[in-house]
């Protein structure tokens, strides 16, 4: 960090770890309000309230005995100058250990934190890309020189330079679906690395750009490692939601499964069309498959689903025993829960399914601004 007289700056992924580590924190954010009950920076350890700035365009006084004395402060706000204004404000009335959020929220929803999952079997590892601001889970296989990145998030720089890192060059980018809450880097990545770039053909009936069809029946070939995708088309959120099974050991649940929900059917449009693959998928298909398998979803909502070292993974049999989303044993209820009382929609998420069809190309700061906010694809996720 550097430090400005007793005012400090701190990186969205000096955050990351702060949290991951489970330290704690006070947090003063001074967005709109409207903005911060939308979506907010959460850890078990962390307390946070929100002050618009405009209250405290006049300073700081007022406040100070909401904010505690002798615990790490951090104020956030969307871009950054206003957080640095307050938390400077804050420092000056004699308070220690003051920091602001480099980059505001903003850079809070675009970090991407790498974590191991595990080894391979014939040499090689798999990673899990934490996109902790955002929800979103994103993978690397490596093996033997060689990379396949799954539901790759739109920072595709970061994600080429980790594989460069570990000496591997990306031959292979696969979606598991067309997603709606995040601009995917997949095709972007692919054609920058010169790999292949995968996706379910059933979801993509109007993309404008060639792909490989992602479909059951297939083996993917990263060095060592086979990435076997059959038997595990599994649709439910979307029409085309395939799941990949790694090693043997792995499941990639997509948008399907998650830690403590499942996913919606809304998305598209077709919820009604898509209830009972929905619940053939997860009460059929995914009970046929070894219950061994680790579920490694493709985002999470809550911030209990993060694990050690910020891992969100789970034994396939654990799942059965614990998510609600698993134990609706009435068709008419799993039905109803699935249909109504559901989360908002994704923010944009018509332009962002638009932008992953290639139906339109915003510019990045448009694509920054169209991704601002929670995830939102979970049931359970209000």
Known sequence: MEATNALSVMTAAELTRLVLAKEELFILDVRNESDFKDWKIEGERIDVINIPYFELLDGVDPVLDQIPDGKKILVVCAKEGSSKFVAEQIAQAGRGNVHYLEGGMKSWSEHLEPVKIGDLKNGGSLYQFVRIG????????????????????RMADVVEEFAKSH?????????????ADHISGGRKLAEKTGGTYWLPPKDADEVTFSYDKLEEGQDIIVGNTTIRIE?????????????LIVDEQFLLTGDILFIESIGRPDLAGKAEDWIDDLRETLYN??????????????????????GEGGKVMAKLSELYDKNPGLNIQEEAAFRRIVTE????????YQEIRQTNMGKMTPSEEEQREMEIGPNRCAVHDK
Do not use: W
């Not at 000496?167 to 997603?179: C, F, N």
């Open 231 to 243: 038997p595990v088309y599994s649709p439910g959120h979307t029409i085309g939601s395939t799941s």
């Open 285 to 306: 298909r995914y009970r046929g498959l070894t219950q061994d398998l680790i579920v490694l979803p493709a985002h999470f909502g809550k911030i209990s689903e993060l």
């Open 134 to 153: 955002k929800g979103c889970l994103s993978y690397m296989v490596v093996s033997d020189g060689e990379a396949a990145v799954v539901d790759t998030a």
């Open 341 to 348: 009382n559901l989360p908002p929609q994704p923010n944009a």
């Open 167 to 179: 000496g591997a060059t990306i031959k292979h980018t696969l979606d598991t679906h067309l997603h």
